[in-house]
């Protein structure tokens, strides 16, 4: 999904979420994964020999991932950057040329980040595997800034919509619905829908209700949310990513 920068309220409201984020976590202790994940950026060339992309963004984006992580005491590093001069590359799909991409650049025991000009859904902000386990590679396709909810799809995370909205507002069905995350308000977001969810300040609007007739109010500022007021992850998405990788057999030395 594309990821839009807020107003200045927005970062307010984030920072007021982070610091109570930081308060519950001092006060119920989460799973420390104390892992540092080296990460090889691969960077695709359009047919000017040129990106929008750039050592500074880069930077950024890893930045960001690491204060999201940190409360589970996990941590990323650029450690490699290089390019795919074929700008064929430079527009890609989840089913269109990745399995030869990954053929021609992977880098075992690295976090591979592809990053691309734009995807033939224009709505799309990237896509990753489910890979901090022993099932699959790490690799993760961008082509904007949306590092740490592609990283929490990484550590296991579905998105909070999962089902749109089939988890009842009271929660009675959290456990085997949705995103399986009972911290995790039922959303009813649609992708796609031209619905209007936010009105401004990332107020949730929407006036639909679950089948019991209660109101959804979905955490417009979680992570893996697609409503780009980002703010931080839950208690039970921090442990779920967690226990994901230390549960996992492959550990990426």
Request: hydrophobic share 35%; charged share 20%; aromatic share 12%.
């Amino acid at each position: 999904m594309k990821k839009y920068i807020l107003l200045l309220i927005a970062t307010v409201m984030c920072t007021l979420s982070l610091s109570a984020q930081d308060l519950h976590t001092l006060d119920k202790e989460l799973p420390c994964i104390n892992k540092t994940f080296s990460v090889y950026f691969h960077v695709t060339l359009d047919s000017l020999r040129t990106t929008s992309w750039d050592v500074a963004a880069m930077e950024g984006q890893i930045a960001v991932t690491n204060q999201y992580f940190a409360p589970i005491c996990a941590q990323f590093e650029l450690c490699q950057i290089d390019t795919i001069e074929n700008w064929s590359w430079d527009s890609l799909s989840r089913d269109y040329r990745v399995d030869e991409i990954n053929r021609l650049f992977y880098e075992e025991n690295r976090i591979n980040i592809y990053l691309v000009d734009r995807f033939d859904d224009p709505t799309l902000c990237g896509f990753a595997n489910s890979a901090i386990d022993n099932e699959a590679d790490a690799k993760i396709y961008l082509s904007g800034g949306c590092l740490p909810h592609e990283m929490g799809h990484m550590f296991g995370l579905l998105h909070t919509f999962e089902g749109n909205g089939v988890e009842n507002v009271n929660g009675s069905n959290c456990e085997t619905v949705g995103d399986l995350i009972c911290d995790t308000p039922s959303d009813p977001y649609v992708q796609g829908s031209d619905i209007q969810w936010l009105g401004e300040n990332c107020e949730f609007i929407f006036t639909g209700t679950d089948i019991n007739g209660e109101f959804y109010q979905p955490d417009v500022g979680n992570i893996m949310s697609y409503y780009g007021c980002d703010c931080g992850f839950t208690r039970g998405q921090y442990l779920k990513m967690a226990n994901k990788w230390l549960d996992g057999t492959r550990k990426m030395w």
